[in-house]
């Protein structure tokens, strides 16, 4: 059997990078292989950058200290909790920190693998990190569904990236965007599809907490980014919980109750987040994995573009041919369709079809 280590973006309290981290763990055992999650820790999760405080002055930097050391329980509460359940699902290797050499901590396996989520976004990253192209192992590396996001990358990173990616011996990506720039810089990869949809709904169910559920019927806002203008999201969804008779429910990461929801849920893990966009009769997010799921689970949902890095999700919308389940209005129509049915069965058939082809990549690539 070969053993696979992949790298991916697995820290932090995000419920999608915890759960397409699982997700690529599974689809490795299905093709027959090992997979062994490389545990790196980039600087910018760690406790090191959480008490840095840049180059603020002596008040700022009080004020700074005293503001994180209130914040410091939700933080640890948090790592804990996703922490926990990452290793529950998933094989992880001993931890890589940036002081490491990467070269001798990395295990030794026979593909390498390059995994989805935002791993060769510069932007997200800080930078470029080459921990995620393997810089200084040598082997067979793969990429499966890997994200580059914010395509902006400059001249200098535009080598870089060639000079990194010209060692891979199959490339795929996860937006459409990503294929036409490595086609610019001379290098083919295939679009596949995000390793949550790789798991169909009665597999994730194995994933599920039992912990958070709501009795009554409700919608659910997941918004972990930014976004212009969040008020605009809840005039949304409470057009739709008046004219449905819904709850408005929420995630939060720390003690507060958020003031628009009727129920927050507080420090749900990734298992808590499953359970309650299954049980959800409608789902509004600015998340890509939160409109990944939507779709995978055949939600009733909308979704709202976040700030950044947005390509992610107009590329799964267009995809799936699901355009139309972008908001893009600031005020709420006294018309609007909100209750607009999706085509799932039409859906479901590229869905398969996608799947297919992504283990068919990953056969080919790795076996």
């Known amino acids: 059997m070969k053993r696979v280590a992949f790298i991916t973006i697995h820290v932090g309290a995000n419920f999608g990078s915890v759960l397409q981290t699982i997700a690529t763990s599974e689809v490795i055992k299905r093709i027959g292989a090992e997979p062994l999650c490389v ?4 600087e910018r999760v760690t406790m090191k950058k959480f008490w840095s405080f840049g180059h603020a002055n002596l008040i700022k930097k009080a004020l700074l200290f005293f503001w994180k050391l209130y914040a410091l329980p939700n933080k640890l509460l948090n790592n804990r909790s996703y922490g926990g359940y990452l290793k529950k699902h998933c094989s992880l290797s001993s931890p890589i920190y940036i002081k490491d050499n990467f070269a001798e901590k990395c295990p030794k396996a026979d593909v390498y693998m390059t995994g989805s989520d935002q791993v060769w ?7 470029l990190d080459t921990h995620y192209f393997f810089e200084g192992i040598v082997g067979k590396k793969v990429s499966f569904a890997s994200s580059i996001g914010y395509l902006d990358i400059g001249e200098k990173n535009r080598e870089e990236y060639k000079r990194f990616l010209s060692e ?3 490339l795929s990506v996860r937006e459409d965007s990503a294929v036409a720039l490595l086609h610019e810089l001379g290098l083919n990869a295939e679009q596949l599809l995000d390793p949550i949809f790789m798991l169909d709904k009665e597999e994730w169910v194995d994933f599920v907490s039992k912990n958070k559920s ?4 409700y919608i659910l806002i997941y918004t972990p980014y930014n976004t212009v203008d969040k008020s605009v999201i809840f005039n949304h969804a409470r057009f739709i919980a008046k004219k449905e008779g819904l709850k408005i429910v929420t995630f939060s990461w720390t003690y507060y109750k958020d003031k628009d929801a009727d129920k ?3 420090f749900a893990n990734p298992g808590d987040f499953l359970n309650l966009i ?7 997010t600015n998340s890509f994995h939160g409109t ?3 779709i995978n689970l055949n ?3 909308w979704v709202f573009l976040p700030s950044g890095f947005s390509s992610r999700i107009t590329s799964v919308l267009s995809k799936f041919g699901l355009a139309e389940r972008l908001v893009e209005e600031y005020k709420v129509s006294d018309n609007w369709d909100y209750n607009k049915s999706i085509d799932y069965k039409a859906v479901n058939l590229v869905l398969k079809k996608e799947r297919e082809n992504s283990f068919a990549f990953l056969e080919k690539a790795i076996l």
Do not use: C, D, L, Q
């Open 292 to 294: 990944a799921f939507s």
């Open 278 to 284: 299954m049980g959800a009769e409608y789902v509004i």
């Open 299 to 301: 939600k009733k949902f």
């Open 121 to 127: 976004n510069i932007k997200h990253n800080e930078g």
């Open 264 to 266: 927050t849920i507080r």
């Open 168 to 170: 891979y011996s199959a």
């Open 39 to 42: 545990n790196y820790t980039p």
């Open 214 to 217: 709501i009795e009554e019927p």
